[in-house]
């Protein structure tokens, strides 16, 4: 179907509780409602208009457009969900809770709960494996020494120094710019920044052969027998004689850590991997216009669930 083009249009179309409905039951099942019970899929179905449910004339069984997806029990309208999906994949620094819950009047908690079941559909679940000139380089994310009393950034009593203590390590990888197309990125949360936990990542994503352009940590040391590895020392140049450089990437380290330290301000390092796929999201589609950009994040709920107890526990 064709999106709204604008935020205006979207809230004014999806404001009809039946419109927008519709809308999100074509995205879902654009050939044809059928039951999305496992062993069935069955596409007799008769909807009940007034209750906005089908019944499965097979299995007997009465589902809603929700069932199956991200908005699986929730209460929250489509006329809320569709908004909240057009917000955070439109705005190029996200969106926090309590604007979302301002903007949808809802509560604080129930903002931050649809937006982390969104973030869980932008998840990209396909294993794209990046070729030609690529990029990789790690950044850590966390708070400054000097904020020792937050929890999740403790640093141990008597370290003084500055640099990754208490931080968090992502992984990111991106493919350059080839053919007419834009660069793609892929990246991870990483318990530690050993070879051992970065190295695999990047074999099992990048293709052997390809051109790999890194800095001077260890971690790539023996990269270059599998691919023809150039290297930028940091210490002396951001760009080497030869052209080397990892510059693509850390521009996107910095949108990144704009988002996270000027809207998130301080999520839990259990949670960054969803913050990290949301603007991953953003900066793989940033070539589309925002009206394919929502239609792909909503047709990317399907399939996917994330309970309360889930997402809260320990």
């Known amino acids: 179907m064709k999106a709204p083009a604008t935020l205006l249009?979207?809230?004014t179309y999806f404001s009809d509780p039946d419109r927008a409905h519709e809308y999100a039951t074509?995205?879902?099942?654009?050939?044809?409602?059928?039951?999305?019970?496992?062993?069935?899929?069955?596409?007799?179905?008769?909807?009940v208009k007034t209750r906005r449910l089908w019944v499965c004339k097979d299995?007997?069984?009465?589902?809603?457009?929700?069932?199956?997806?991200?908005f699986e029990?929730?209460?929250?309208?489509?006329?809320?969900?569709?908004?909240?999906?057009?917000?955070l994949s439109a705005n190029k620094n996200g969106i926090s809770s309590y604007e979302l819950g301002k903007a949808l009047k809802v509560t604080q908690r129930t903002a931050w709960f649809i937006l982390h079941r969104i973030r869980l559909a932008l998840k990209d679940d396909e294993a794209l494996q990046?070729?030609?000139?690529?990029?990789?380089?790690?950044?850590?994310?966390?708070?400054?020494?000097?904020?020792?009393?937050?929890?999740?950034?403790?640093?141990?009593?008597?370290?003084?120094?500055?640099?990754?203590?208490?931080?968090?390590?992502i992984l990111g990888i991106l493919q350059r710019g080839k053919d007419g197309k834009p660069s793609k990125v892929r990246g991870w949360v990483l318990?530690?920044?050993?070879?051992?936990?970065?190295?695999?990542?990047?074999?099992?994503?990048?293709?052997?052969?390809?051109?790999?352009?890194?800095?001077?940590?260890?971690?790539?040391?023996?990269?270059?027998?599998?691919?023809?590895?150039?290297?930028?020392?940091h210490a002396k140049e951001y760009v080497s004689r030869d052209g080397a450089h990892v510059n693509n990437i850390e521009c996107f380290w910095s949108v990144l850590k704009r988002t996270l330290g000027g809207t998130y301000i301080a999520p839990r390092p259990?949670?960054?991997?969803?913050?990290?796929?949301?603007q991953i999201f953003r900066f793989n589609t940033r070539e589309d216009k925002d009206g394919d950009r929502f239609n792909k994040a909503l047709k990317a709920t399907?399939?996917?669930?994330?309970?309360y107890k889930a997402l809260v526990s320990k």
């Open 9 to 11: 249009e979207a809230v």
């Open 26 to 47: 074509a995205m879902r099942w654009p050939s044809g409602v059928a039951c999305p019970r496992y062993d069935c899929g069955s596409a007799a179905v008769r909807f």
């Open 59 to 70: 299995c007997n069984r009465q589902f809603t457009a929700k069932v199956g997806t991200v």
């Open 73 to 87: 029990d929730s209460p929250i309208p489509f006329t809320k969900w569709l908004p909240a999906i057009w917000l």
């Open 130 to 169: 990046l070729s030609g000139e690529v990029e990789a380089d790690e950044t850590y994310v966390g708070g400054k020494l000097r904020h020792k009393r937050r929890y999740h950034q403790h640093v141990p009593s008597g370290i003084k120094r500055m640099g990754t203590a208490g931080k968090v390590p």
């Open 191 to 233: 318990p530690n920044a050993r070879k051992k936990s970065m190295l695999p990542k990047l074999y099992e994503t990048v293709e052997h052969g390809s051109h790999l352009f890194t800095d001077n940590a260890h971690h790539y040391a023996h990269a270059h027998h599998d691919y023809v590895h150039s290297v930028v020392n």
């Open 270 to 278: 259990k949670h960054l991997e969803r913050y990290l796929d949301e």
């Open 302 to 307: 399907d399939g996917k669930r994330l309970t």
